[in-house]
Antibody, heavy 118, light 106 residues
Framework: EVKLQQSGDELVRPGASVKMSCKAS????????MHWVKQSPGQGLEWIGTIIPLIDTTSYNQKFKGKATLTADKSSNTAYMELSRLTSEDSAVYYC???????????WGQGASVTVSS | VQMTQSPSYLAASPGESVSISCKASKSISNNLAWYQEKPGKANKLLIH???TLQSGTPSRFSGSGSGTDFTLTIRSLESEDFAVYYC?????????FGSGTKLEIK
């Protein structure tokens, strides 16, 4: 069974950074790209970017360039996203999602909430 | 590519059929997916390639369309179908989602 287990919810101060994780199991981690998606409170879904773990290649939504950094650790089958210089606009739930052979997101993590507050 | 999804809210009774529309601001071929969001559960891929049911998706779900206009139809609604639905284009980066349709029990 494909499973994506995300790290826990975070409460962070404005201006700080946060790094969240997404641990994959049930499949070969390097065979599939991993996407990250943002859902702001009461809002829809925004695509942040994607990483291909096999070759550490990333693609970002221009809106999130400089805000999000995607990495992957092949040894632990874990994808990471770091968000920097946090503001209240970054308060949201963040999801990781595996890209399948049809380029769609066929498995999603449970989401990790980030609250930016002083 | 902007994705315009409608309606944003839909109320229906079990057994009824409903349709949700998704329009792309330019042609995306058939590179469209539909997802279901339910509280406490991971988002679920229902349909990809505009009309291909993901393994495990009940046959009462169907997708149609290509180019710019797409539709998700759910026939004979069951209680488990009341959720939020999103369309998403994956024809080009940045991937974009529709604003969602909340399907509630009437």
């Amino acid at each position: 069974e494909v499973k994506l287990q995300q790290s826990g919810d975070e409460l962070v101060r404005p201006g700080a950074s946060v790094k969240m994780s997404c641990k994959a199991s049930g499949y070969t981690f390097t065979d599939y790209a991993m996407h990250w998606v943002k859902q702001s409170p009461g809002q829809g879904l925004e695509w942040i970017g994607t990483i291909i773990p096999l070759i550490d290649t990333t693609s970002y939504n221009q809106k999130f360039k400089g805000k999000a950094t995607l990495t992957a650790d092949k040894s632990s089958n874990t994808a990471y996203m770091e968000l920097s210089r946090l503001t209240s606009e970054d308060s949201a739930v963040y999801y990781c999602a595996r890209e399948d052979n049809y380029d769609v997101m066929d498995a999603w993590g449970q989401g990790a909430s980030v609250t930016v507050s002083s | 590519v902007q994705m315009t999804q409608s309606p944003s809210y839909l109320a229906a009774s079990p057994g009824e059929s409903v349709s949700i529309s998704c329009k792309a601001s330019k042609s995306i071929s058939n590179n469209l997916a539909w997802y279901q969001e339910k509280p406490g559960k991971a988002n679920k891929l229902l349909i990809h390639s505009g009309s291909t049911l993901q393994s495990g998706t009940p046959s009462r779900f169907s997708g149609s369309g290509s180019g710019t206009d797409f539709t998700l139809t759910i026939r004979s609604l069951e209680s488990e179908d009341f959720a939020v639905y999103y369309c998403q284009q994956y024809n080009e980066y940045p991937f974009t989602f529709g604003s969602g349709t909340k399907l509630e029990i009437k």
